[in-house]
């Protein structure tokens, strides 16, 4: 059965650095999200994209963010200067295109960041 | 602004126990409600949507889930809870206006003791 896969699995950085967080997509698919998850707190949506442009995205995706679909497989989130704040867990979806009809997200099974 | 609650953070049940896990979002509007499990070490599963229709919607592993209108809940339940169902889950929600954006409750942990 296809999945959506992410690596690494656990990162650790140190604060102030870029960090770049990566995802397979399943292959057919053509929505993308990236969500996290800080300890103890709900899973929060960050930004989806499609047609090779962001098309929503929240409050926390500032502009230490951006996402990018460097080739026809990968999707990548990355931090540009990391806050200790940003130490959470990374999920990828992918889901299919589907026009106004909404179709399930398929999650990957995260990369754990940490910022010291 | 769009929200989900959850009602119980930790649930503690013994096999062949019956199952209600409550989930309440914060508004009406076109309403697409998931419940997602996530077992150990595992990545996050749907276990049942609804879009429209049957407000009583099944689900994979036995579950069900039935979407109240007038009372914004999507509880779900399983008659008989066995040893495997131990996971977290999760309610979650996208409104037609926000896009296809999940926003999702807390979760509950929910331990079957065999």
């Known amino acids: 059965e296809p999945e959506v896969t992410q690596t690494p699995s656990h990162q650790v950085t140190q604060m102030g650095q870029e960090v770049i967080l990566r995802c397979v997509p399943i292959?057919?698919?053509?929505?993308f999200y990236w969500y996290r998850q800080i300890l103890g707190q709900k899973v929060e949506f960050l930004v989806s994209?499609?047609?090779?442009?962001?098309?929503?995205k929240s409050e926390i995706f500032d502009d230490q963010f951006s996402v990018e679909r460097p080739d026809g497989s990968n999707f990548t989130l990355k931090i540009r200067s990391t806050k200790l704040e940003d130490s959470a867990m990374y999920f990828c979806?992918?889901?299919?295109?589907?026009?106004?009809?909404?179709?399930?997200?398929?999650f990957g099974p995260g990369t754990r960041l940490t910022v010291l | 602004a769009q929200s989900v609650s959850q009602h119980n953070h930790h649930v503690i049940l013994s096999e062949a126990a019956s199952l209600e896990l409550g989930c309440n979002y914060s508004?009406?509007?076109?309403?697409?409600l998931f419940w997602y499990v996530q077992y150990p070490g595992q990545h996050l599963q749907l276990l049942l949507k609804?879009?429209?229709?049957?407000?009583l919607v099944k689900g994979i592993k036995g579950f069900e889930a039935e979407f109240i209108k007038s009372k914004f809940s999507f509880n779900l339940r399983k008659p008989s809870v066995q040893w495997s169902d131990t996971a977290e889950y999760f309610c979650?929600?996208?409104?037609?206006?926000?896009?296809?954006?999940?926003?999702f409750g807390a979760g509950t942990i929910l331990r079957v003791k065999s």
């Open positions: 979806a992918s889901s299919e295109a589907s026009g106004l009809v909404w179709l399930e997200q398929f």
């Open positions: 292959s057919n698919h053509l929505y």
């Open positions: 994209f499609y047609n090779n442009e962001i098309s929503e």
């Open positions: 508004y009406g509007g076109t309403v697409n």
């Open positions: 609804y879009f429209s229709g049957d407000p």
């Open positions: 979650a929600a996208a409104w037609a206006e926000y896009g296809n954006k999940l926003v």
